[in-house]
């Protein structure tokens, strides 16, 4: 399966705890986005990497949300002590030079509940 | 006042219906203006884009953009049962690429 894998499809979580979600690109895809979409809401903008740089992050990622991308490959995004309000999908898209980025992939979301 | 303004539906059509998908924007800046759709628990999928104002057609897929009145359009012809999902119009912003969502309208295609 070459498309844009996310780990894990679900995740339940007692409020307070941490919670760490992979995303592996597109090959060679070189810019990786993160979006929350929570039920009846399109996806929202959270932050992108450019191979390993963090370029942009959104007001909505709080002090307790961190993302990474340290060998500009594999992407991991972190949530400190989980809000229920942090409950939604979490999608990551991935997007390549050689369309200019302008065609962005999804994965298929991890799923996450903060009970 | 979002950024994007979609009907959310649901908007229900018999088959092989023509189905007319809708948004409207603010920010005169978007440059290329994405449609995904999105299935059930699942991530959302590129159907097509335009780049700036003007026509697209791909299959049974239209898209088209007037940015004098700021407004979206996608266009399905003879609809099929396997079109029901919810419908996204995406606009982006700068080189970030960044995608700026409409909520989505949900499409019910009945046989």
């Known amino acids: 399966d070459t498309g844009v894998s996310q780990n894990p499809r679900h995740k339940i979580t007692k409020r307070g705890q941490n919670v760490t979600f992979r995303c592996d690109p597109i090959?060679?895809?070189?810019?990786l986005y993160w979006y929350r979409q929570t039920l009846g809401q399109g996806p929202e903008f959270l932050t992108y990497?450019?191979?390993?740089?963090?370029?942009?992050k959104s007001r909505l990622l709080s002090d307790r949300f961190s993302a990474e991308r340290p060998k500009g490959s594999f992407s991991t995004l972190e949530i400190q002590r989980t809000e229920q309000g942090d409950s939604a999908m979490y999608l990551c898209?991935?997007?390549?030079?050689?369309?200019?980025?302008?065609?962005?992939?999804f994965g298929q979301g991890t799923r996450l509940t903060v009970v | 006042q979002k950024e994007v303004e979609q009907d959310p539906g649901p908007l229900s059509v018999p088959e092989g219906a023509i189905v007319s998908l809708n948004c409207t924007y603010s920010?005169?800046?978007?440059?290329?203006f994405m449609w995904y759709r999105q299935y059930s628990r699942k991530g959302p999928e590129l159907l097509m884009y335009?780049?700036?104002?003007g026509n697209k057609e791909d299959g049974r897929f239209t898209a088209q953009v007037d940015k004098s009145s700021k407004y979206i359009s996608l266009f399905i012809r003879d609809s099929q049962p396997s079109d029901s999902a919810t419908y996204l119009c995406?606009?982006?912003?700068?080189?970030?690429?960044?995608?700026?969502f409409g909520s989505g309208t949900r499409l019910l295609v009945r046989p």
């Open positions: 920010n005169s800046a978007f440059q290329y």
């Open positions: 898209a991935s997007s390549s030079p050689s369309t200019g980025y302008s065609e962005a992939f």
């Open positions: 995406a606009p982006t912003l700068d080189s970030s690429y960044k995608l700026i």
């Open positions: 990497f450019q191979n390993e740089a963090q370029l942009e």
């Open positions: 335009t780049y700036s104002s």
């Open positions: 090959s060679e895809h070189n810019r």
